[in-house]
């Protein structure tokens, strides 16, 4: 199976690459591509996954296979990351992909899904499910190839100026918010904005928007939102998990020799699964200091989330009627959600609510 297929490569390559002789490398070409990101060099999360990836690339190949890495707005801006590519102005890049809603709402799929999937069940869907099948289809319409490109895990809600008691107070709030979670909230009187990374900490600042989400607490308190707005809440229920990607040209791709295509997916899951890890190790610290700094936690109510949840189910039936593409892969996508979902109620979800409420 293709998923399988997938995984074989990588693996192989992983180590094919490892054992080559100088002798075979002296064969292979040496390139040197450029990947444009959509996040600044200020977030070492975000910008520092594809510097490790160019690392991993570069060690598997000997030093003949070289990407350098551009901020966002150093070639392109943030939010043309998915068009530099398709249009080959630069081979590959680094990217969030529901940021191009507007090209084609079933592009959440490959990042975030409002009550969707976490980070774990995400991975599975993607490798051991029809994810990475699904998006591979839809990405092929854009001459692109897409990879595994990191994940944040569970992010937080975002900072607010005032409380948020109940559906009531959202109307009207200017929210600078990602992708499909926009269309959501809209429907409760939000009015969404999609703002770079760079952007959000002005436009707070300003009164541009009234609050704004980004991903977690050692983002956040690396672009300085608790300055400007105390209320932190939480969950951020349209990104229980939330993937990245790397997007290659195609035409980019199909030129690569077998072994630089298998050592380009080994780096891509290196990179994949270090990002999650450095945020669940840099996430803990950071909540604590910006609580020290005067930052006041708070839960999204059960009102609230109900109400955001009857929008989420809106918004996805709406979308499902007037695009096919968003409708085959949210059928997918949902059956295999519902599916996790009762087994890790059973099993994570039934240890974590005791025993995380415990210190060992």
Known sequence: MQRRSFLKKATIGAGAAALATPALAQNLPTLNWRLVSSFPKSLDTL?????????????????????????????????????????????????????????????????????????????????????????????????????????????????????IKSPEDLKGLKFRIAGFAGQVLAKLGVVPQQLPAGEIYS???????????????????????????KNYYYPAFWEGAAGLSFLVNKKQWDSLPPSYQAAWEAACFEAHTDMCAKYDALNPPALQRL??????????????????????????????????QFKKIFEDYRAFRNMEAQWFNVAEQAFSQYSFNKKL
């Open 203 to 229: 436009a707070l600042e300003k009164g541009t928007i009234d609050a704004a989400e980004f991903v977690g607490p050692y983002d956040d308190e690396k672009l300085g939102l608790a300055k400007v707005a």
């Open 47 to 163: 910008f520092g996954t594809p510097e490790v990836f160019a690392s991993a690339l570069r060690k598997a190949t000997d030093g003949k296979f070289n990407v350098k890495v551009f901020a966002a707005g150093e070639v392109v801006p943030a939010l043309q990351v998915l068009d530099a590519v398709q249009n080959g102005t630069v081979e590959c890049g680094h990217t969030a992909s529901y940021y191009y809603l507007g090209k084609n709402s079933a592009f959440i799929f490959d990042t975030a899904a409002p009550f969707g999937m976490t980070a774990r069940q995400q991975a599975a869907w993607m490798l051991h499910g029809n994810g990475m099948k699904l998006m591979r289809e839809l990405y092929a319409s854009y001459n692109i190839v897409n990879f595994l490109g990191g994940q944040t895990g569970t992010q937080m809600g975002g900072w607010f100026r005032k409380e």
């Open 291 to 324: 609580l020290q700094n005067g930052a006041v936690l708070r839960k999204f109510n059960t009102t609230i989330l109900d109400a955001c949840f009857k929008a989420s189910q809106e918004t996805y039936a709406e979308e499902s009627a007037k695009n096919p």
